[in-house]
Every structure is written in structure tokens, then in C-alpha cells.
């Protein structure tokens, strides 16, 4: 008999299920929240088990490259569809969650979640701690100007002067306690300032040992950190049938709320991955305002631009290089200039 698994996992101690293909509980318990454990108890408990579900979480990735390496049929569940289908459990326990997904699997309704590679997921990190040292590194600019501001000093804004000169001269002549203070978060800026170098040393290397990045930063706006971040995200471009989904699987298209005589479109869905998003959006800026040389693609943002507003157009031309982006990477082909772009957008 076909046997169903579901699996409740946390930091310490995971919640098995099985359940056979007449829908009755033939085994319950818990074990140690690793593969190996995992995989014993199931292969001991569950020998004719088809699928086996766990929720999309911190750990999922982990466990789930682990199982399939051992060739166990694991499926990562969406958790938010996972979470709606058991909403209408009464008591909510990890016992009962583990029972719940057993019977999703079994059931067959459920959205699956496409795992990314390790590969991908290593330099997905890498993006995330710039990003997160970017942040750190303004919230720490913000905080000496508004300490030196206390005093009267206004930093100036001179352009292509390092930040560190501007604060040694506003603060050749301070109270020594106010110069201690500013250098010693003037030291934590420098050491961010230097760990952000070195990562982008590192994404540059990787993006050009990559033959997709490169093709893809062909792309006007489309740069190093935006065209690393799309190809992580995606990481397998087949799982998307059609290219104009990808915008939509960035939060790029407008929620739409419908209901009987109710029919409102708000604004985008800002679902799925919001660094790619932000990235795509700030490329779409870069195409729009600062590349010089025209093509079909600004042409038609401009249009937009002139009808709707800028914001909406950098939104709209952000959705259409997702759409570019992954057309290229399907079909190994070049970006498309075009020379009839000044007259397109007359």
C-alpha cells in the first residue's frame, strides 16, 4: 500500500507522519531535526512511501538536498498554501501539522516550491550580507552627520571626496570628546566601507566566470549585483513555461481584488524576492535616465513615462527586463538595440 509522509520540522526534533493511501494513520512520531535521522525512521517506518512533504523554512533547504541525495521523494510545500489548507484545525500542534501535510500530499493538493541549488543559495547569501552592510554602512554615515549636526557642523557634500577626509576636517578643531565619539563610529564606517569591497570584488569575479551573467549585463542598467541576483533567483529557467510569468514571480504585477460587482487593481504585488525586485527596479531607473543610446525597450518606457509618471514607468520597464532577461537566458541570444527608438518615443 502507497504510504504519505508528512514532515513537521523545527530547530531540534521533527514530527513524522504516515498515513496510507486510505487516508488512516499508520505511524506517528518524532525524531532528531537531521536528514540522517530523518531518512532512518522513514525508510524503517514508511518503506512504501511516494511522497513526503515538508514546509518551505530556515531548514528546508538543507533537508530537503539532503533527503533527495539519499533518494527519498521529498516535495517542499509552499507554507502559506500549506498553512490555509489546516487553518480549520482546531487544536494547532506540531503533531497535528506533521498529520496535516501527510494528508496534503496525499490528497495532491498542494503547490510545491522549486528548491534552489546550494550554488545559488551561496551566492544569494553573498548578495544579502552586501545589501545588509550597504544599509548598515548609510544608517552609520547618518548617525555622524547627525552627531557633528548637535555641535553646528555641517558636513559637506563634495563630490568624489571620501566621506572619512570630510569628517577629519569638520572635526580638526572639535571638543576632544566629540572627536572620540565621531572616530570611533567613523572606524566602524571605514571597516564596513572595506568589507563591501571585498564582496563586490567577489560578485565581480563570479559574474564574469558566469557566460548567463555576462549575456544578461548586456542588457542597458542591467548591472553586475542585477543580473547575479536574477540568476540565483530564477536558477532554472525552464520552470517558467512562458517568460511574461517571471515579472510576476518578482511581485512585479498589480494585485487584483475581485468580487461581484467589486473589480479593484492595487497596487504591485511586491511578492517573491524583494532584492531582485529592487535591483530591477533600479536598472529600469538607470535605462530611463542615464543610458544615452536609444533602443525599443527605453523607447517604450518613455512612453509610458510621459502618459503615467516616472515611477510607473521604471515599475513597468523593471517587469519587462525580468520578461527580457529570462527570453534571453531560454534562447541564448543577444540584446536587441534599436536604432528607430528616438522616433518610437516622439
Known amino acids: 500500500m502507497d504510504q504519505f509522509v508528512g514532515l513537521d520540522v523545527s530547530q531540534e526534533m521533527t514530527h513524522l507522519c504516515v498515513v496510507g493511501s486510505d487516508g488512516k494513520i499508520a505511524w506517528q512520531g518524532k525524531c532528531l531535526s537531521t536528514p540522517e535521522d530523518i531518512a532512518g525512521n522513514i525508510r524503517s517506518k514508511a518503506p512504501d512511501v511516494v511522497r513526503i512533504g515538508l514546509e518551505s523554512g530556515p531548514l528546508s533547504t538543507w533537508h530537503w538536498h539532503a533527503l ?8 517542499c510545500l509552499d507554507s502559506r498554501h500549506a498553512q490555509a489548507t489546516m487553518s480549520g484545525q ?18 495532491g493538493w498542494y503547490r510545491e516550491v522549486g528548491v534552489k541549488s546550494l550554488d545559488s543559495h551561496a551566492v544569494r547569501s553573498m548578495l544579502g550580507a552586501r545589501a545588509q552592510l550597504v544599509g548598515m554602512r548609510v544608517e552609520v554615515t547618518n548617525q555622524i552627520r547627525g552627531i557633528l ?29 566629540l572627536n ?10 571605514s571597516c564596513l ?24 549585463m548586456a542588457i542597458p542598467g542591467v548591472g553586475v549585483l542585477t ?4 540568476v540565483t533567483a530564477v536558477d532554472d529557467p525552464s520552470k517558467f513555461a512562458k517568460s511574461r510569468s517571471v ?27 524583494g532584492l531582485v525586485r529592487t535591483y530591477l527596479f533600479e536598472a529600469a531607473g538607470t535605462l530611463l535616465t542615464r543610458v544615452e543610446k536609444w533602443s ?35 534562447d541564448g541570444v543577444s540584446f536587441r538595440w534599436s536604432a528607430a527608438g528616438a522616433e518610437a518615443a516622439a
Open 68 to 75: 533527495k541525495a539519499m533518494g527519498l521523494p521529498v516535495l
Open 90 to 107: 482546531v487544536n494547532k500542534t506540531d503533531k497535528n501539522d506533521a498529520h496535516g501535510l501527510a494528508q496534503i500530499v496525499k490528497a
Open 149 to 177: 549636526k548637535t555641535f553646528g557642523v555641517v558636513l559637506s557634500r563634495r563630490t568624489g571626496e571620501p566621506f572619512e577626509r570630510l569628517v577629519d576636517e569638520a572635526c580638526a578643531n572639535s571638543d576632544p570628546m
Open 180 to 189: 572620540q565619539t565621531v572616530r570611533s563610529i567613523l572606524c566602524v564606517h
Open 193 to 216: 566601507k572595506e568589507q563591501i569591497r571585498l564582496l563586490d570584488r567577489q560578485l565581480m569575479s563570479r559574474a564574469r566566470g558566469s557566460a548567463v551573467c555576462r549575456q544578461l
Open 227 to 230: 543580473a547575479l541576483a536574477f
Open 247 to 273: 515579472g510576476a514571480y518578482f511581485g512585479l504585477t498589480p494585485r487584483c481584488y475581485q468580487s461581484g460587482e467589486i473589480d479593484r487593481n492595487r497596487g504591485i504585488s511586491k511578492c517573491g524576492d
Open 296 to 330: 525599443a525597450l527605453k523607447a517604450w518606457g518613455l512612453r509610458i513615462a510621459k502618459r503615467s509618471g516616472l515611477k510607473k514607468a521604471k515599475i513597468a520597464v523593471a517587469r519587462k527586463l525580468a520578461v527580457v532577461m529570462h527570453r534571453m537566458w531560454v
